[in-house]
Each structure stands twice: as structure tokens, then as C-alpha cells.
């Protein structure tokens, strides 16, 4: 191996800090409009964001005579050169459809995955599908991944020695919270999606890993109902403004927060009051997938609504 090439490889899997991808696109789409049938298309925008927001592939059908009227929801939109429509939806509207429906809300503070995505050729040739390298597979991948609200992340040169054992170890140097192992022969995909929630499989073609994992990561994360419930978050380690300032937005910013108060400071810690949509362990799966945040509860179940965590700048 060359000096460059192993200065590229120690570049690339050095440990990074994991965090959560924050989308700020879930509300917004891209949509063909076929012959000429706009309304049509606005449906079928709708469609899409209501499964990237709700984490559910069923919810369109749950919607009823919701689909009838998109434009109801629309905050704007447009039309290509090339006959495609780009429409942003009211996010505010669209909650609120969801919740009258009964469905959860993925927030915008999603896992990180890494693909890892092994193809044996026709000729019996293996080879792993890297990020900096265009490839058709990559492509199909990156499709429906945006279309579900799924950040993904791939290696930058060949994982040698790789394996669905060591696969969680391989994303967290690449700042990825799960890891997302493909083994592909024969235009079928033996999918295992490898996170700190544990491990799941699936076969069929391409988009079943993407799915696997948006179907998985929104159980854990989405929260249901509109009715707020209270949850007391206690910070060590706050030593100066700047720690309590990176703290407190970080925590208004939060998808499931919806209001913060601060209720008492002893020392370096502080104690918050956090209105939040769900409960304490979906908001403490929430943290967990940022790393300025560190759990001091030793992955016990939340006492009485209570969490605590150590500030890591």
C-alpha cells in the first residue's frame, strides 16, 4: 500500500464524533409530474413526505380523504424546465394531519448509517461499494434513502477484513450510528442492519436495507400523539455560559422538545424541565445518537421521567 493511500485510510477511519444528522428537508420533495397530470403529482409529493415524516409505509393509506386536497398543505412550490415539481409542504399542517390520523412523528434528528454494501459479480469478482467512486447500485440507494428522511454514509476506501461482527466498530469511525451490511449475489441483497438497538435482517432487492433500517430507526425514534408530556433532564459538567448556552440550544432545538425551562443549578449541574412529545426513554434514544451528551444513567430505565446526562464539550 502506498504512503498516500495509507495517510487516506488513517484520514478516513479516524474516530469521529457520532451525531445525528439534523434533515432540514423532510417537508420538501422532488416530483416527476407523468403526462402532464399535475394534481396528480402533488398527491404523490404528499405521499412521500407523509412516510419520510411518519417513519410508516403505510400512512398514505391511513390518511383517507386527506390525499384528496394536497395543495391544502402546500407552503410552496414549483415547476422545472424539465416538467418536475418542487414543493414544500407546511410542516406545522402536516403534523397535524398525522397526529388526527394516529400516526408518530420521525423528528428531523435522525441515525447516521453506514452502507457497507458487498456485490459478487457474475464472473465470481467481489468487490465493497466505496463513496468516492459513481456507481449505479449507490445510486438506487441514495434514492430511496432520501425519500425515506435516511441519512447514509459510505467508506471511503475498500474494509478489508470487514464483517457484520465488527461492522458497528466501522461506522462509528466513519461518525455513523448503525451500520447497514449488504451482501449482494445474483441481483438479491442479504441485507443486516447492526445498531445499538442490536440487529435485524432482511432479503430482496436494493431499497429492502434502506427500508429495514427507516422502518427500524423509526420505531425507536418517532414519537405519537399531541399531547405533551413533562421529563426533567439533570446536566453535569456545565463549567461556564458557553457550556450552558451549547446545552440549552442544543435541547430547544431538539424535534421532540417543545419547550425548556431551567429549574435549579447546583455547582456544574443544571436541571431542566423539558415539555417534550413522547416519553424519557425516546428522548434519551434522541440524545444518544449525538455525542455532546453523555448518559450517567448506565442504560437503566428513566426514573419517574428523570434523565441525567454529563456535558461533553
Excluded at 35 to 43: L, P
Excluded at 115 to 124: D, I, K, M, P, Y
Aim: hydrophobic share 40%; charged share 20%; with cysteine.
Amino acid at each position: 500500500m502506498s504512503l498516500s493511500l495509507c495517510l487516506a485510510w488513517l484520514l478516513a477511519t479516524a474516530a469521529l464524533p457520532v451525531g445525528a444528522v439534523t434533515l432540514g428537508n423532510l417537508y420538501e420533495t422532488d416530483q416527476p409530474v407523468l403526462n402532464n397530470a399535475r394534481e396528480a403529482a402533488f398527491v404523490d409529493a404528499l405521499k412521500t413526505v407523509v412516510v419520510r415524516v411518519s417513519g410508516q409505509r403505510d400512512a398514505p393509506a391511513r390518511l383517507g380523504s386527506a390525499l384528496n386536497d394536497p395543495r391544502k398543505y402546500v407552503q410552496r412550490f414549483g415547476f422545472t424546465a424539465d416538467n418536475v415539481l418542487q414543493v414544500g409542504f407546511d410542516s406545522v399542517s402536516v403534523d397535524r394531519l398525522l397526529q388526527e390520523a394516529g400516526l408518530p412523528i420521525w423528528g428531523r434528528e435522525r441515525p447516521a448509517t453506514l452502507v457497507l454494501l458487498n456485490v459478487t459479480e457474475s464472473n465470481g469478482y467481489t468487490h465493497w461499494i466505496s463513496g468516492d467512486q459513481p456507481n449505479a447500485q449507490k445510486d438506487i440507494l441514495e434514492k430511496a434513502a432520501r425519500e425515506r428522511g435516511l441519512p447514509l454514509k459510505w467508506p471511503a476506501v475498500d474494509p478489508q477484513g470487514m464483517n457484520e461482527t465488527t461492522a458497528l466498530e466501522e461506522a462509528e469511525r466513519y461518525g455513523a450510528n448503525a451500520a447497514l451490511v449488504g451482501r449482494a449475489q445474483g441481483g438479491s441483497v442479504r441485507w443486516t442492519l447492526i445498531s445499538s438497538e442490536g440487529s435485524s435482517q432482511v432479503g430482496g432487492g436494493l431499497e429492502e436495507g434502506v427500508h429495514l433500517a427507516a422502518d427500524t430507526f423509526a420505531r425507536v425514534f418517532a414519537a405519537s400523539g399531541s399531547s405533551l408530556g413533562n421529563v426533567v433532564v439533570e446536566v453535569s459538567g456545565i463549567g461556564d455560559l458557553d457550556a450552558y448556552a451549547s446545552t440549552l440550544n442544543y435541547l430547544e432545538g431538539m424535534t421532540l422538545v417543545r419547550a425548556v425551562s431551567l429549574e435549579q443549578v447546583s455547582g456544574d449541574t443544571m436541571r431542566f424541565k423539558l415539555a417534550v412529545r413522547g416519553d424519557a426513554s425516546t428522548l434519551r434514544r434522541a440524545i444518544a445518537l449525538d455525542s455532546r451528551l453523555v448518559s450517567q444513567d448506565d442504560g437503566a430505565a428513566p426514573v419517574g421521567e428523570r434523565l441525567t446526562f454529563r456535558y461533553r464539550p
